[in-house]
């Protein structure tokens, strides 16, 4: 019997590349997105289905998870067999600036979709997978992280993660619904949000490499990550829902990097070989070489540089996930490794650059520079 399924954030990184999943296996697809004043379907744009054809395996909803009436009336209508609750406000320096924006989207958010399928007598048919993340560790407790790691948030994006993972566990206790926390670590590909470090690192050494740009400003450096590609990642929440049992996965590679690392492994993509000077606010990425004909940047040519706005109040310093709970059991296996998944966000942005840099040259100047 063909699936239906609902998804919260269809519009997001992960919202897209799990659609394309689900649709793939044949599932009717639903999905909730924001109205805005300019289009934002960007991401799922390929996917588009005319709804006025019969057939139809792809369709949106108007709406918001910050409103319960809407929720339940969407919920009745599409009465989904799976709903991936991916929504949310989920840039933590963001959430720093928009603490109650955040608790209300996604703490309360989760509790207005379980609540949703309370009211409408669907605990026994709809399965319901939470977005919960590493951030939930925040402050090292242990390393590596898995679920029984104690959490400690450290911002107000983690701390509603915090009440969405712990009112998902509850819903499951208390009720008997299919309700499953996927805890994942970072995961990034060409579709990520552009102010996420990955991306404007990937966006920024294309621009440089084709002399688009001057010079990358970041926070932290020493930040250490968790980098999986989204792709593997939605591979693991489908799995999460096909289980007998409903229960709570870690999804990570088990590898952790600095942000550091990362620029270099992107500048090298170009060709370009980066020696890092001083220490914090004063630190700075140099040109050491430069190997590809198609980019040639000055050897010595300052291109990073710290900017103290990015760093947090509270940092999550060093995130490094223990898989092997969604490896055994869910039979996970992901296949992207970090130097793969640089490889991909590199290819995606230099070819979209060199896409804007003849634009640019024929005259039409592109901004997009708020990050
Ligand atoms: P994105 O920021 O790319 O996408 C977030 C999605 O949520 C967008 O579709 C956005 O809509 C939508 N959204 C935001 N606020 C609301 C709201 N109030 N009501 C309904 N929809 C809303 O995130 P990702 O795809 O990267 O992440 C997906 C989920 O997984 C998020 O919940 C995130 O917190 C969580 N997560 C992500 C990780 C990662 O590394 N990517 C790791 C662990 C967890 P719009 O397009 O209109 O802005
Ligand atoms: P994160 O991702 O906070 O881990 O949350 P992000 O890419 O924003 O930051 C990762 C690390 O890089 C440091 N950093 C910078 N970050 C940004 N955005 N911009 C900078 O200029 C910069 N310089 C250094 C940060 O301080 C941080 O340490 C992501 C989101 O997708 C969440 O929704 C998700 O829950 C977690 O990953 C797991």
């Not at 991909?344 to 060199?354: C, E, L, P, T, Y």
């Amino acid at each position: 019997m063909k699936k239906i399924a609902l998804i919260t954030g269809i519009t997001g990184q992960d919202g897209a590349y799990l659609t394309e999943l689900l649709l793939s296996k044949g599932y009717e697809v639903h999905g909730i997105k924001r109205r805005s004043s300019l289009f934002n379907t960007d991401r799922i744009d390929h996917l588009y289905q005319d709804p006025h054809e019969s057939n139809v395996k792809l369709t949106l909803h108007y709406g918001d998870l910050s409103d319960s009436t809407n929720l339940i009336r969407i919920i009745q209508q599409v009465q989904p067999d799976e709903i991936y609750n991916l929504g949310a406000m989920s840039h933590v320096k963001v959430s720093f600036d928009t603490p109650e924006y955040t608790a209300n989207a996604d703490g309360i958010g989760t509790l207005r979709l379980l609540e949703a399928i309370r009211i409408l007598g669907l605990e026994k048919k709809t399965k319901i997978y939470q977005a919960s993340t590493s951030e939930l560790y925040g402050l090292v407790q242990a390393v590596p992280q898995s679920e029984t790691t104690p959490f400690y948030p450290r911002s107000p994006y983690a701390v509603a993660k915090m009440y969405a993972y712990w009112i998902t566990v509850n819903y499951r206790e208390a009720y008997g619904i299919f309700a499953c926390n996927g805890i994942l670590f970072n995961h990034e590909s060409p579709l990520r949000g552009e102010t996420f470090v990955t991306r404007k690192i990937t966006r920024a050494t294309s621009k440089i490499a084709m002399g688009l740009q001057d010079k990358l400003y970041l926070g932290n450096l020493d930040a250490q990550r968790d980098w999986g590609h989204a792709k593997d990642y939605v591979e693991a929440m489908y799995l999460i829902l096909q289980q007998d049992e409903p229960t709570d996965y870690v999804i990570a590679t088990g590898v952790t990097t600095r942000v550091r690392e990362f620029v270099r492994m992107a500048f090298a993509e170009v060709g370009i070989t980066l020696e890092f000077k001083g220490e914090g606010v004063d630190e700075k990425g140099y040109v050491v070489s430069c190997e590809s004909p198609d980019f040639q940047v000055e050897i010595g040519k300052e291109v990073v540089a710290v900017d103290a706005k990015y760093f947090r109040p509270t940092e999550v310093e060093l995130l490094i996930g223990d898989p092997t709970k969604s490896k055994t059991k869910l039979g996970w296996v992901p296949k992207y490794d970090l130097k793969m998944l640089v490889e991909d966000m590199m290819q995606a942005d230099v070819n979209h650059f060199r896409k804007e840099k003849l634009l640019k040259e024929s005259g039409y100047d592109i901004k997009n520079q708020f990050e």
